[in-house]
């Protein structure tokens, strides 16, 4: 069993909260998404409540080591804070240095403190056990509410853990929710269940498609990672993204479809240009006829048309990865119409992944959808059956999801 917040006490006491943090900015260096900051008020809210000594904690992005770039500070992340939570937020200018042992020292129960970007410290990434033992001393409790970054064997979220008793560690609501909702999705879907995944490469979805493959009943590929399948299927694909060593992975996957009878799509027309620009030349074609030095970088209407058709009907879509390069407004189309049909099918509607949360956000449909997580790369390794590193260490013995 996950333990969570509430089977422990935490009452009066020092509380560690691992928060995912790590929000998209403008070109200003402004948040253009609080989501992520949002979603860990409940635990946050929770602590303070119970008169705790709050002591938050989270990654921005990938700061190097040890240099202290402003581009990487947390500070916007408290001015957000300080306005959700009507509550003054105590910063400290390090990590485990001087400055947090003096904010410290201030921090009164009831009271936030934020610790500035965890990466600055080299030990993080390195789950360091020396660094992880002295963030922990900070704390009488251990709470991991970053689902975002749970797939990470991070010091704060690994070895940090493993200093506290089972007693004094568990999930927080964010992270227990995100873990619940995907496990009955894997275990118990609403038929028929469509997965729909795009983006830029198949490496990084491989496993997962893999593992989708036996649990779904359709599919849908879109995004850069149609032209591997499509080349697999001996299409010409002129400049479009492919990765060639995946043509037999890709051929595998198809097979394994025919196999357990889950009905494959792929896009029947694209959207292709001669560069990757706003400028750019574009024209709609069937992928029949992709001329060989242009690159497709949308789904073209009749796919966008046949999409909408497969979705007819079905109870659960899990959606991962935009259907092009939704970033460009040319090829952004097939992604906004992809988040409009999910939105408005009655089915269970779960976003996963950075970008397909931020399609669905620029398409207006995110309130629409049932579920978007906090985690890309987390929830396609829970999808795999994967045991996430930050999730095993809060089970208690013996325990499963
Ligand atoms: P991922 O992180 O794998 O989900 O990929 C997201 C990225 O895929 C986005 O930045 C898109 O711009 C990119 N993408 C989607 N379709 C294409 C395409 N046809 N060619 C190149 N990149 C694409």
Known sequence: MLKTIRDIDIDGKRVFIRCDFNVPKDEHGDISDDRRIRSALQTIRYCLQRDCKVILGSHFERPTPNVYEKKYSLAPVARRLYQLLK????????????????????????RVLLLENLRYEVGETQNDKVFAKKLASLADVYINDAFGACHREHASIHAMALEFDENSRAAGFLLNKEVNFFSRIIKKPARPFVAVVGGSKVSGKLQALNKLVENVDKIIIGGGMAFTFLKALGYEIGKSLVENNLLDDAREIMKKAREKNVKFYLPVDVVVATEFSENAMTKYLPVQEIPKDWMGLDIGPASSRLFREVLD????????????VYEITKFQRGSFDMSRYIAESHAISIVGGGDTADVALKSSYIDEMTFVSTGGGASLQLLEGKDLPGIKVLKTLGGTL
């Open 87 to 110: 509550k003054k937020i105590l910063t400290s200018r390090d990590v485990i240095g001087e400055d947090t042992q003096k904010k410290y020292q201030m921090l009164k129960n009831g």
């Open 313 to 324: 009907g079905v109870q659960t879509i899990l959606w991962n990865g935009p259907m092009g």
